[in-house]
């Protein structure tokens, strides 16, 4: 009777901590040769995925490199720093206080628009980011010593006042520009340790928005490029190293490791690849990155449900420029158009076809659940496409 009481106890012991293990997972793909995987165009998909084009007004002479969607409102920054050039030796154009930087609001609904706030100074602000509650953004003052500062505004508090919250002399970094992103109470970036001195030289820090704190994260990291956001989607952080073969220069990389962390039910997912890596991405169905900025036809796809990884093929939709994850879709922004990539179907359509009066963009994760790209801009007005998952399809 000892002795199988004693096995049982065992038996309970290796149950618990297998459990345990299955939140933190290693998956070692290094050895796996690529196969370029093909996908058919389909036009079911367009019945998934909402695309409306939004339009929002700019002042006059104002030029808008940063803004933010959540669900019916945008958010932007609008400067005149190009206005106010001497681009043709003609003598620059006098500033006034109409002149000075500001953040923006637009109602989609009833086209109204904002002041939310105005720089004391012809100053660049951008990186804009919001979860509905707070809108943040990076902005550069040329009056002061510092190279980047974040900036807070509330907005559900009436009369709310812009306050900085925290800004470069607060790190130990090297960057001078971070690209901020909202997760759950925290703001999350990259910074930089000495490049000469570090194998992997990025750090991840978070700041605290209830405990005003910054702690550093995770260090021991690489970026493809340094103005790549920290991805954020569905409680899921990604994060990625990368290695030179051995006797490789340091920077001549050739395999990776991402790291996938559950935020909000814990535990980690490790994967190692056999591909350079760039930009990856991750939410609650796949993990997608690409291999270099040099390299536009492929994209890696890891499956969390069938374990396999796979690399797709983007020739026939004419490479990407960016891409972002939408629930179980991949959308992808190419110089054509904007596509859509059903992996468990390996099916693919066009959702947008830019021609003459739309083109390519950057990619962004909305707080909202949707991707958001701007595919426009002129004196007036700047437009952006705005694409989310029809669930009821």
Same mark, same amino acid.
């Given at each position: ?10 038996? !309970? ?5 297998? /459990?345990?293990?299955?939140?933190? $997972? ?53 400067? &005149? +720093? ?23 609001? &637009? ?14 100074? +012809? ?14 953004? @990076?902005? &550069?003052?040329?009056? #002061? ?11 559900? @508090?009436?009369?709310?006042?812009? #306050? ?65 956001? +920290? ?13 030179? =073969? ?10 990776? $490791? ?5 935020? #909000? ?55 990407? !420029?960016? &891409? ?15 596509? /859509?990539? @059903? =992996? ?9 076809? !830019?021609?003459?009066?739309? /083109? ?34």
């Amino acid at each position: 009777m000892g002795k199988r009481y004693i096995a049982l106890i065992l038996m !309970f012991i290796v149950s618990i901590a297998g /459990c345990g293990s299955r939140d933190d $997972s290693l998956f070692d793909f290094r050895e796996q040769k690529k196969e370029m995987v093909s996908y058919t165009e389909s036009d079911h998909l367009k019945e998934q995925v909402c695309l409306g084009i939004i339009d929002v007004p700019i002042p006059e002479h104002a030029y808008v490199s940063s803004w933010a969607v959540y669900d019916d409102m945008v958010y932007y920054e609008a400067d &005149y +720093i190009d206005y106010l050039t001497d681009h043709e030796g003609k003598g620059a154009i006098e500033p006034t206080a109409e002149h000075r930087t500001k953040v923006m609001s &637009y109602d989609m609904h009833s086209g109204e628009t904002k002041i939310l706030y105005q720089a004391e100074d +012809i100053i660049a602000i951008t990186d804009l980011c919001t979860d509905g509650k707070i809108l943040i953004w @990076e902005e &550069y003052p040329r009056l #002061e010593n510092v190279s980047w500062r974040i900036k807070m505004l509330s907005l559900t @508090e009436k009369d709310s006042v812009a #306050e900085t919250i925290f800004s470069d002399g607060d790190t130990e970094g090297e960057l001078w520009d971070i690209i901020p992103n909202l997760g759950e109470q925290k703001i999350y970036w990259y910074d930089q340790d000495d490049l000469e001195t570090n194998e992997h030289p990025i750090k991840l820090y978070s700041y605290d928005i209830i405990k005003k704190e910054i702690k550093l994260e995770k260090e021991g990291l690489d970026l493809a490029s340094p103005y790549e956001q +920290i991805s954020i989607i569905d409680g899921k952080i990604c994060t990625y190293e990368m290695y030179a =073969p051995d006797g490789a220069k340091q920077r001549n990389f050739k395999t990776g $490791s991402i790291y996938i962390e559950d935020r #909000e039910k814990g535990g980690k997912i490790t994967l190692l690849t056999p591909s350079k890596i760039m930009y990856p991405l991750a939410n609650d169905k796949f993990c997608i990155w690409g291999e270099s900025y040099e390299s536009d036809d492929e994209l890696w796809l890891y499956d969390y449900q069938s374990g396999q990884l796979e690399c797709i093929s983007l020739e026939e939709i004419g490479g990407e !420029f960016a &891409y972002m994850l939408l629930d179980d879709l991949i959308i992808v922004s190419t110089r054509n158009g904007i596509w /859509c990539i @059903e =992996p468990e179907t390996q099916t693919y359509t066009n959702l947008l076809l !830019f021609g003459e009066e739309y /083109c390519y963009g950057h990619i962004w994760h909305a707080l909202d659940g949707s991707a958001c790209m701007q595919i426009d801009s002129s004196e007036e007005k700047i437009s952006i496409a705005k694409m989310y998952k029809d669930h009821r399809s």
